[in-house]
């Protein structure tokens, strides 16, 4: 059989006891291990992704990054037993070569749904005013998330739907909104009407007509008592 130039260097070069016909992983063109057989390094790759599986419904495994394994001639001295072939794999490669791997998986969970703050305005109080008179609460909801995993850290997740378990309470704060100058223009008014003699009293529930304590009855009062009966 004639050869070419390339086929006779192969096959001087096989001749070599210092050379062998191997098989090489290769990560990213990094070097990570050899065996004798590709099928050897091709099962305990599989291996390794079993290590990140969890049986998961539509969970996905691979390796990131540029992943090859290469029939070639190898030096002698390279070339590993499949059990340290095997253990190369299953230490995760190198320091150069590092195998990193990506889970993809669907989860379900539930999630709170902050509640929203309703603000009803009090022209009667100042502006830093504000009471709550309906406590919020926050709502449910189930979210179903395609999440991605790299060496076990989250690295995106997305959002495929979101169910409405619990409606969320709106809380409702009263707050004032009067300003300063307001505040004090009341007052001046107030004050010029009493120095004035110009204010009036008026029965403040028209319901009810029946005064219990009198202001000034010998028990302290300041003002007037009125009941319901």
Known sequence: QVMDETQLADALVAQSAE???????????????????GETLRAALDDYLDTYRSGAENERTAFVGDLAIEE??????????DTEAR??????????????VMVIKEETYEEAIPFSTVEIPDETRLED????????????????????????????????SSQVLVEPVAQEDVVGTMTMSQYE?????????MEAGS????????????????????????GYDIAAA
């Open 19 to 37: 050379i062998s016909e191997a098989y090489g992983l290769f990560l990213n063109d990094e070097l990570l291990t050899t065996a004798a057989d």
């Open 72 to 81: 070639g001639l190898y030096p002698a001295d390279l070339v590993n037993t």
């Open 199 to 222: 204010y009036t009293l008026e029965w403040p529930v028209g319901a009810y007509n029946y005064v219990s304590s009198f202001m000034g009855d010998g028990r302290g009062h300041k």
């Open 129 to 160: 005013y504000r009471k709550t008179v309906t406590a919020g609460t926050d709502g449910v909801a189930q979210v179903t998330a395609q999440v991605t995993y790299v060496d076990g850290k989250e690295t995106g997740r997305q959002v495929l």
């Open 87 to 100: 253990a190369d794999i299953a230490a995760g490669g190198t320091t150069e070569a590092k195998l990193q």
């Open 185 to 193: 223009e009341q007052q001046a008014l107030a004050a010029a009407r």
